[in-house]
C-alpha cells in the first residue's frame, strides 16, 4: 500500500494511541528453558526451511539434524546449523525415516514441498515427535483433519506456521477490534502482489549448481530437476498462490471473524504471465541456469476470491505475479476506523470522520466483541520480550517481518515445555486451508462454493 509521509505518520500516531487506551496485555512468564531447549530437526532445507533455521533462538529450540533428498540443501542446513549457535556438529539424513529414528530429536520442523506436509507430520506424530508444519498445512483439507485428530490423539503438540499469530502488531489490530474500538467490521481486504521471476532455479546457490543438475530427482517422485526445484508451479506438488499467499491471509481473516471459516466463495484464477515473459527470462538467463525449455507451469500466477462470512461480512482477496506496487497487506474496515497492517511490520490507524480512540473507546461497549481468556494469553505471550510490547510497539513496528518466524518457532518450544496452546493449531491451519481449496474449485468451475463447517 502506497501511503503519503504525512499518512503514515498520522496512521501510526493514530494506531499507538488506540493501542493505549486497551486493556494492557497480561504479565507474561517465558519458562521454555526450565526443561532446557526443545531438541529438534528440520525436513526441508531449502529456502523456506533456512529462513526458520536462521531464526530460531537455540535457547528454546535447539535444532540437532537436517534432512533434504536434495545434496545442497543438506549441506547448507548442516552448516546453518553449526553456523547459529546450534549443534555443533549436527547430522544431516537424506532419508526422513532415518531422522525420525533418532531418538535424540524431539521434534520435527516440516519445511517441505506442500504434498509431503500431510504425510511427512502424520509419520513423526506416529514416532512421537511433536510437530512445527509450514503453511499451507496439508495438501487437502481430509489431510489436515486426519492431523489435528492424529496429534491430539497422541497428545503432541501440532503447530502451523501463519507467524502472524505471533506478531504483536496482529495483536494489537486484533484487541483494538475484540475491544470495539473499530466498531462494527463487514469487509476485510486482503493482497499479495509481487512482480518477480517464477523460476526458483535462479535461488540456487552458485557453488551447488553443478552437482544439482547431476542430481536425479526421479526415486522421489519428481519428472526432473525444473519439477523438483519449481515444485510451487506444478499441481502435483502444490496449489500455486492459493496455499503460497492467500492461506496467510485467510488464516487472519477466519481468526478476526471469530475462529470460523468462510461459509461460501467465489472466485477468478488465470495464468496470465504469458509465453513473451517468459522467452525474455530465457534469453536474458545465461546457459548454465538454463533447466527447461517451456513455461510450463500448471497453477495460475494471478487469483482473486470474493468470500462470505456469517453476520454479512465479506473478504476481497487478490494476489498476482505481475506488479507489486500494492506489495501485500490486510485492510480491516470497521464504522469507525481502519486498520491497514502491511508487510508484517507496519501498522497504521484511520479513524472515519468524528472518531478519534477518546469517543471509540466510550463507544466501544456497543460493538466490544470481548477477548477469551486464551487470547488475552495469547496476546501476553506476542508482546513477550519482542521489544515491540502489545502498548507501545504498534505503527513504527520496531522488528521485521522476519523476527515473527523465531517468535512462533519459541511459542512451537513453549507449547512443548508446558502444555500451554500454541496460538496456531491445527484448527486455524485447517479452516484457512479448507477456505483455500474452495477458492481455487470456485475459480476452476467459475461458480459460488458453499464452504462445509467442519467439526473438529
Sequence with gaps: MQLTQEQQMIGRRNFLKAAAVIPPAAAFAYTATNAGPVKA???????????????????YLYLVAA????PDNRELGRKLIQDSGHHPNPKAYEKYEDMLNDPEIEAVIVATPLHLHGPMTMQALEAGKHVFTEKTMAYTTEECVQMTLLARQKGLNLQI???????????????MYKEGLLGNVYHIRALWHRNTDWNYWIHVVPEYREQLMKFDPSPFG????????????????SHGMWTELCSHQIAITNWFFGDKGPKAVQASSGHYKVQKDFDQIFKTTPPEQRVWEVDDREVDDHIYAIYEYDEGRTVTYSAIQSNRF??????IMGTRGTIILTKENESYLFWEAGWDEKSAKEAAKETQVGMSEEDKAGAAFAAHDTGAAATGGGGAGGFTNYEPYGWELEGFA?????????????VRGTLAAQACYAAQEAAAKKQRIEIPVLNI
Design 414 to 426: 513453549h507449547t512443548i515445555r508446558t502444555g500451554a496452546p500454541n496460538l496456531c493449531s491445527g
Design 161 to 175: 506456521g501463519h507467524q502472524r499469530f505471533y506478531n504483536p502488531l496482529y495483536w494489537d489490530a486484533y484487541r
Design 67 to 70: 534432512c533434504d533428498i536434495r
Design 326 to 331: 500494492d506489495d501485500y497487506y490486510e485492510e
Design 222 to 237: 519428481y519428472p526432473d530437476l525444473p519439477r523438483m526445484v519449481n515444485w510451487r508451479w506444478y499441481s502435483p506438488t
Design 41 to 59: 530437526g528440520v525436513v526441508g532445507t531449502g529456502m523456506e526451511g533456512r529462513v526458520l533455521m536462521s531464526v530460531a533462538n537455540p535457547k
